[in-house]
């Protein structure tokens, strides 16, 4: 199949949402935090996604995000917006009003909850696709939304002129081949363990929590895999292992990056939104263990880290709870 040109970048951070200690938007820190990976390498960044909150996130938050994200990018990366909704009007909605806030793309996660068949997925996902004329990244994720993108499904997806990519967090190395083999979509690590195999066979790129501490190691990465020295992107894997392991294993990724973030002080609080909360202290003693291990990683110097249990702990209720339109 013939290459597409990528309208996404090729390390993307997949954002957290830096909160103030009552569980509102911090603003500042939302444009401090977006410069900051940017700088650090980003050439994409994806707001109100997974990581981002997104369950937990207004509308109006959303829209913000993508217009917060343009202005402090201003086009030193692509804006991607993510999240989605189980419901398909919904979503179509918010898609084309981020259309209008200035989003450079779409994420469409798989309808979460419903379980719908895949004809409904794809349908699901046909007319989102129909009603913008962004280009769209799906978003296969069984394990949160409780059923798989199938293989079937991917191809016949594959063929909507605006749906040019998948994000893969289902980790079956043999159907991405397969997809890569038989559709011109490109691929985009969704599993931060998985990011150098997911090259490997073929990716584009990656979309990483961990790339929220430091998008530097993955800049690295993807450089060395494009000029095909597999010598170098394997050792940087190998370097950024522990940071990984502190971020994506204890608790969920959100609540490690934000609790690493404010030890580094990099974001003004750990707070997340209930029903998240931060690390308890056998959590938080686990991230912290692992990230003893963590070595002369370009922007990840934790000689001056001090985490705060007490102020990630809970989580927060905000004054205007989520809303579906």
Known sequence: ?????????????????????????????????????????????????????????????????VEVGKSVAAGRAKIITGGGSNETAHAIHLYKQSEKAGADGVMIVTPYYNKPTQSGVLTHFRMIADATDLPVILYDIPGRTGIPITYETIVRASHHPNILAVKDAKGDFAEVSRVLNNTDLMYFSGDDTNVLPHLSIGATGLIGVTANITSTPYRTIIDAVNRGDLATATAEHKRVEPLV????????????????????GRIGSPRVRLPLVGPEDSEAYAIETSLESVRDIPGADFSNFRPDRNAAAGGALPKVPGTTR
Request: aromatic share 4%.
């Open 1 to 65: 199949m013939s290459p597409r040109e990528n309208p996404f970048g090729q390390v993307l951070v997949a954002l957290v949402t830096p909160f103030t200690a009552d569980g509102e938007v911090d603003w500042p820190g939302v444009e401090q935090h977006i410069d900051d990976c940017i700088t650090a390498g980003a050439d994409g960044i994806v707001v109100t996604g997974t990581t981002g909150e997104t369950s937990t996130l207004t509308d109006p938050e959303k829209l913000r995000l």
């Open 245 to 264: 392991r502190a971020v994506m294993t204890h608790v969920p990724g959100t609540v490690a990056a934000k609790y690493i973030l404010h030890g580094l």
